[in-house]
């Protein structure tokens, strides 16, 4: 019984730890996106040699590791980018970012791939699940595809098992055609050949197995992972996302049945490509990343700033020419500054970098590359101004003010000889200037000027001396100027300072102010005369001046030229300043064509110089008005004289035809209102208003800039009396308007039922509101008024206690004002209730005491 007790428990303790074992079995397995782990597939034969594409088998249970560590790679992923957002992972991500070499493994653009096309090692080692190509060739032709087992054997039909785990590809070459040369008598040796006879056979490496590494230390993602057989260390390494941001670069080892095999210098590999120590991998080998030994920082101006590991034998120099890659176009080389944490504290270390094959950086040493100074320049004198050549220029041995002006193509014609600066640094650098006379230089009556480093030297235009010359002119001119910009309109055109320096600009604009412009007819030739600025030109006559200007308009007079010159008093001692002239005027003729003969002026303007042309006296542009209505031949006639009026106009119309009314003719015309104007009109409509406050003007429109208004005329005896006092002038823009003969009364205003109401000859004003309903209770009778046909306006007028109402006509409108209630008419009513009482009071009051007084 107690037999039969340890067996059971034995069993079970056996079942237990081989459950134990498949649970705690460590994943093995590589990350995704690599072509070294790929499902079983069907060997195909190429050719007659029938060698088939190699592939990696995986197992089952390989694949489910597979899609494990790629589940908790992508959940690593998305738990790292939560905790970047917090600052100690930033700064080390920071850190990361500055060690050399470390983007290399976590770049999420390219991979380090086993080169499955590659050809068989000689030294590979065969084991479990690879597998082997035998084809047999000559006169007996055949094909195997053997695969390892587990033990390590291959099975052959009619041959049997041949063991082959452990043996080199060349190994186990030759055990396979010796097992095979039992069935192919042919394949025997004959002095070391296999073809003597006709017939030979080749063995190859078709798929391979895949073999477990495991990656230990200061490495992202340690562990063990599956890789193809023909992989390196290197491919492992990246599939393990290379050393972290404490792990060496300089000593990657490979750990083979408790030895290390090989060491791997990624820097060599980095820097130099050299691949000495990435040998390829063996199942069960171990690749290590311990802890860097020593780090320093190198930044500035250098090409690659980073934190390096040197080791310690390797100085300053091989760091800067094989890590850093050297300096910049713009680094002082010849002070490095050196940072360096001592036992208790920091210390600095100048070092020129002619010693640096000498100096080996200790583990935290900052080296840092300055910039040479900016802007400064050891031999440099600069030249501007009137030169041909202007710039900077170096400061040769001995190099004078003269040499230099020389080497700068001379000074210009309009330069400034007299005086020229030279700005100078002092001997404690301040600024400091002298003056030279150039002229006296160049012809050699006065000593050369030595130059110093960073002398500037500056030569001045004669127009730069000066003021702005310039002359204009006003009037009857196109005003398109010489060599401008015709593109800008007139009266916005600016343009650019002429080559000469001279800083006087083309202007042209209008003649007087938009604001002060109306159309007003005495005002039309006014408004379009132009004003042009230009610059002045020694011996420019007016001529010259018109021309530049764009010649003169058909209505200009060159007959009346004016010229209006400043008034130049230059001081005499004892001499009269009391005089009242402030300018001197000339007026004369020009020519009509320009031409340059006798007959043309001689007049030679000055600077500033202000010339007038003006309009012809007889020249007019033409004016039109409209008439409307009831004429003959209505529509837009064009005033023949200054004087023309309206039977005038009427009887160039043909006359009135039979509908006409003339006594309701209108005559509508423009009026131009100033800004002041305009503000004085609404002034007196609002002092008007709060006067009569308790009437509203229905028909009061505010002024504008810009409005036309209606003149009451009497057409019948303009007509009737030609010249006579209602036959008035027109003027440009009027619009005459003669209606037919109305019917209606039309009725506005506070009354009931406004409307239009039949004319009838004897009915009064009265009747005719009553034909409208009435007043209403907020008319205001007293102030109705009546429009008439002709634009005129009359209203009820009151003498004494009568009331006089206008005559109604054909064609007129009757406007009742409305009647506003004051705001305070109840304040006003308490406040005289209240005075009343009080005077009653006191009456009484004072009869009461007299009373009293009496008795």
């Known amino acids: 019984m107690i037999k039969k007790i340890n067996f059971a428990t034995v069993l079970l303790l056996f079942v237990s730890v081989n459950i134990a074992f498949a649970q705690f079995q460590v994943p093995t397995n590589y990350l995704p996106g690599s ?77 380090f791939e086993t080169n499955l096309k590659m050809a068989t090692p000689k030294n590979y080692i065969l084991g479990p699940d690879d597998e082997l190509i ?45 097992k095979l040369s039992s069935i192919y008598i042919g394949l025997k040796k004959f002095n070391g050949r296999t073809d003597i006879n006709g017939l030979y056979a080749s063995v190859s490496l078709g798929n ?89 920082e190198v930044k500035g101006r250098v090409k690659r700033s ?38 208790t504290e920091r210390k600095l270390i100048d070092i020129n970098y002619a010693i640096a094959n000498s100096f080996y950086p200790a583990d935290g040493d900052i080296i840092t590359a300055e910039s040479i100074t900016e802007n400064r320049y050891e031999n440099r004198v600069t030249l501007s101004g009137e030169v041909f050549r202007p710039g900077t220029f170096s400061l040769d041995s001995k190099l004078t003010l003269s040499n230099l002006i020389k080497r700068a193509g001379g000074v210009k014609e309009n330069a400034f000889l007299a005086r020229v600066n030279i700005n100078r640094l002092n001997k404690d650098f301040t600024p400091g200037i002298m003056s030279v006379n150039l002229a006296d230089v160049l012809s050699g009556k006065a000593e050369d000027v030595m130059l110093e480093r960073e002398d500037k030297i500056t030569v001045f235009s004669i127009t730069e ?18 060599n401008l910009d015709k593109k800008t309109a007139i009266g916005d055109t600016k343009t650019k300072q002429q080559e000469n320096g001279n800083n006087a600009q083309n202007e042209s604009s209008s003649e007087i102010s938009d604001k002060l412009k109306s159309d007003n007819i005495s ?92 309009s012809s006296p007889n020249y007019e542009l033409q004016q039109f008005i409209t008439l409307q209505g009831q004429v003959l031949f209505p529509g837009v006639y064009g005033l023949e004289k200054k004087d023309d009026r309206l039977s005038d106009l009427i009887k160039r119309a043909g006359g009135l035809n039979k509908q006409a009314y003339p006594e309701g003719a209108k005559l509508i015309r423009k009026t131009e209102l100033s800004e002041s104007e305009s503000e004085l009109k609404k002034k007196q409509i609002k002092d008007f208003n709060d006067n009569y406050s308790g009437i509203e003007i229905n028909n009061a429109s505010e002024s504008s800039e810009s409005n036309h208004e209606t003149i ?51 009915k009064s004003l009265g009747s005719y509101i009553s034909s409208a309903g009435g007043y209403t209770s907020s008319s205001a009778r007293k102030r109705v008024y009546v429009i008439y046909s002709n634009g005129s306006v009359k209203r009820a007028k009151n003498f004494l206690f009568m009331r006089f109402y206008p005559r109604v006509e054909r064609g007129s409108e009757i406007i009742v004002p409305k009647k506003l209630k004051s705001a305070n008419t109840s304040q006003q009513i308490v406040s005289l209730v209240s005075v009343l009482t009080g005077t009653v009071t006191s009456i009484i009051g004072i009869i009461t005491l007299i009373k009293a007084t009496a008795q």
């Open 35 to 111: 072509n070294m782990n790929q499902p079983n597939a069907v060997n195909k034969p190429i050719g007659n040699s029938k060698v088939t594409k190699r592939e990696i088998i995986n197992t089952s249970n390989q694949k489910n590791e597979l899609d494990s560590l790629v589940n908790q790679r992508q959940s690593d992923a998305l738990t790292n980018q939560s905790i970047e957002e917090d600052s100690i992972k930033k700064a080390k991500i920071t850190l990361q970012n500055k060690i050399f070499g470390f983007s290399i493994f976590n770049k999420k653009a390219g991979t």
């Open 134 to 178: 035998v084809d047999i060739n000559g006169y007996s032709e055949e094909h195997y595809n053997l695969t390892v087992s587990a033990d390590g054997y291959v099975k052959i039909n009619k041959v049997g098992n041949v063991y082959v785990a452990g043996l080199t590809i060349d190994e186990a070459r030759n055990r396979l055609i010796y």
């Open 208 to 296: 391979i197995r895949t073999i477990q590494v495991s990656v230990v230390g200061e490495v992202q993602f340690p562990g063990t992972y599956s890789v193809p057989s023909l992989a390196r260390v290197m491919n492992v390494l990246y599939l393990a996302g290379g050393p972290t941001e404490n792990g060496t670069f300089r000593d990657v080892q490979l750990i083979r049945h408790n030895k290390v095999l090989a060491h791997l210098d990624l820097y060599d590999f980095i820097t130099q490509g050299f691949s000495k120590g990435d040998i390829s991998v063996q199942d069960q080998d171990i690749i290590k990343i311990g802890l860097y030994k020593s780090r320093i």
């Open 306 to 343: 980073a934190f390096f590991e040197p080791l310690p034998t390797e100085n300053l120099a091989f760091i800067f020419e094989n890590f850093v890659g050297g300096f910049t176009e713009n680094a002082y080389k010849d002070l490095l500054k050196v940072e360096r944490i001592t036992k």
């Open 465 to 482: 001396l000066r003021e702005s010359y310039t002359v204009t002119i006003h009037g009857e001119i196109n005003g398109v100027k010489e």
């Open 523 to 614: 005002n039309v030739l006014l408004n379009r005369q132009v004003k042009i600025t230009i610059p002045f030109q020694t011996n420019m006559t007016v001529e010259d001046l018109i021309i530049k200007a764009g010649g003169l308009r058909e209505s200009a007079s060159t007959g009346f030229v004016e010229v209006v010159r400043r008034k130049k008093n230059e001081f005499v001692e004892n001499q009269d300043y009391s005089s009242s002239q402030i300018a001197e005027v000339y007026k004369f003729s020009i020519s009509k064509d320009l031409i340059v003969d006798n007959s043309a002026s001689k007049f030679v303007l000055n600077p500033f110089d202000e010339v007038f042309v003006r």
């Open 712 to 762: 009451g005329i009497n057409l019948v005896a303009a007509l009737a009396q030609p010249g006579g006092p209602d036959d008035i002038q027109i003027i440009n823009g009027d619009v005459i308007n003669i209606p037919r003969e109305p019917q209606t009364v039309k009725i506005t205003g506070e009354v009931l039922y406004p409307n239009n109401v039949k004319f009838t000859e004897s």
